[in-house]
């Protein structure tokens, strides 16, 4: 997790969440706390810092989550993920920028990236499970070089329309590139978090609460 002080008004209560899930399963909880630049967004201090851990430790796998998410339960293991999603052709895997609220219905939540990159199906990068091999270390080099030179990188959803218009238009980075279903993480409900994106810091704060009482404080 990349998450400066500013965060803290729902980070005390997301953080401590994911090192007891990370307990659970032995993983290692890493968190990220200072920003690389002064002249780019924080979203590009988020993306250099998984960049910086793949090529500085010796990890297999990496999940990088936003501040804004947190574990609703700690029924699924990132090995029970990592076996249904990451098939033999895929080297990262991104949440869906969607959800099915309508039941069978998926919809993007930004429709006008949608249908201006003609993607139905869109990369939120605020979850990222990725394998650390030289593909996806070449992945983050150019995703974080395009911060200094592309018309996308400072506008809103930065980094992500950088992904959408420059990384996966390239088949070789677009072949390697899958989704985890809304099951698992989305902004409404999700079996392993969720991710409460486009709320005021109280906001989210208020909806990690519970979670936070019922996995860490029971």
């Not at 993480?185 to 109280?202: A, D, I, M, R, W």
Request: hydrophobic letters at 40%; proline letters at 4%; one cysteine or more.
């Amino acid at each position: 997790m990349f998450a400066t002080s500013h965060l803290e008004a729902y980070t005390q209560y997301a953080i401590p969440t994911w090192e007891k899930y990370c307990a659970r399963y032995s993983y290692r909880f890493f968190h990220y706390r200072d920003a690389y630049y002064d002249d780019l967004h924080l979203v590009w201090s988020k993306i250099r810092s998984v960049r910086e851990h793949l090529y500085q430790h010796d990890c297999d796998y990496l999940l990088m989550v936003d501040a804004d998410t947190i574990p609703t339960s700690f029924d699924v293991s990132i090995e029970e993920i990592l076996s249904e999603f990451m098939t033999k052709n895929k080297h990262i895997l991104f949440q869906k920028d969607g959800s099915n609220r309508l039941r069978y219905l998926y919809f993007p939540h930004n429709l006008k990236l949608a249908f201006r990159s003609k993607r139905w199906i869109l990369p939120n990068a605020g979850f990222i499970l990725m394998q650390n091999n030289d593909a996806i270390k070449a992945f983050f080099d150019e995703w974080l070089a395009r911060a200094h030179t592309s018309s996308y990188a400072n506008q809103p959803p930065r980094n992500q329309q950088v992904l959408v218009y420059e990384m996966l238009t390239q088949t070789h980075i677009n072949t390697i590139v899958g989704y985890v279903e809304t099951w698992v993480v989305n902004k409404f409900k999700g079996k392993l978090c969720q991710h409460f994106s486009s709320k005021t810091p109280e906001e989210i704060a208020m909806l990690m609460q519970p979670f936070y009482r019922k996995l860490v404080n029971s």
